[in-house]
């Protein structure tokens, strides 16, 4: 899939969130990369050669943990595109749902859920 398409898909996912997601959805970047960097892997905690382990990545201060007086610069999403469609394989419609499922899940960090809870609910 080419990168703009891929993009699209991005957006779509992000457009199609409830506005419950999108209410406090401030201050927040959503890029598309190729691949995680090997600091993207150090954060995550996962060894540099995972690269295909890491599909998103949120950068930032959960809003859970933020104080009443909280700035910083915007937060930070990160979708990897290699790695999506590595996991997705070649069909179109396994590629949108694998977007759709890391854009939820790297939001859901931005809102505090953990990776244990986010698999208990299904979006691990």
Same mark, same amino acid.
Request: hydrophobic share 40%.
């Given at each position: 899939? =080419?990168? $703009?398409?891929?993009?699209?898909?991005?957006?779509?996912?992000?457009? &199609? /969130? !409830?506005?419950?997601?999108?209410?406090? #959805?401030?201050?927040?970047?959503? =890029?598309? $990369?190729?691949?995680?960097?090997?600091?993207?892997?150090?954060?995550? &905690? /996962? !060894?540099?050669?995972?690269?295909?382990? #890491?599909?998103?990545?949120?950068?930032?201060?959960?809003?859970?943990?933020?104080?009443?007086?909280?700035?910083?610069?915007?937060?930070?999403?990160?979708?990897?595109?290699?790695?999506?469609?590595?996991?997705?394989?070649?069909?179109?419609?396994?590629?949108?749902?694998?977007?759709?499922?890391?854009?939820?899940?790297?939001?859901?960090?931005?809102?505090?859920?953990?990776?244990?809870?986010?698999?208990?609910?299904?979006?691990?």
């Amino acid at each position: 899939m =080419d990168r $703009e398409r891929f993009e699209e898909l991005v957006g779509e996912a992000l457009d &199609g /969130l !409830p506005d419950e997601f999108l209410e406090h #959805l401030e201050n927040v970047h959503v =890029d598309v $990369e190729d691949w995680p960097s090997a600091m993207d892997l150090e954060e995550a &905690g /996962l !060894p540099s050669n995972a690269r295909y382990s #890491l599909l998103g990545l949120y950068h930032g201060v959960p809003n859970t943990v933020r104080g009443a007086y909280y700035m910083a610069l915007p937060d930070r999403i990160s979708i990897y595109r290699g790695p999506i469609e590595a996991v997705a394989g070649p069909s179109d419609e396994a590629i949108k749902d694998q977007v759709r499922r890391t854009v939820v899940h790297e939001i859901a960090h931005f809102y505090g859920l953990s990776d244990d809870r986010l698999n208990e609910l299904g979006w691990g």
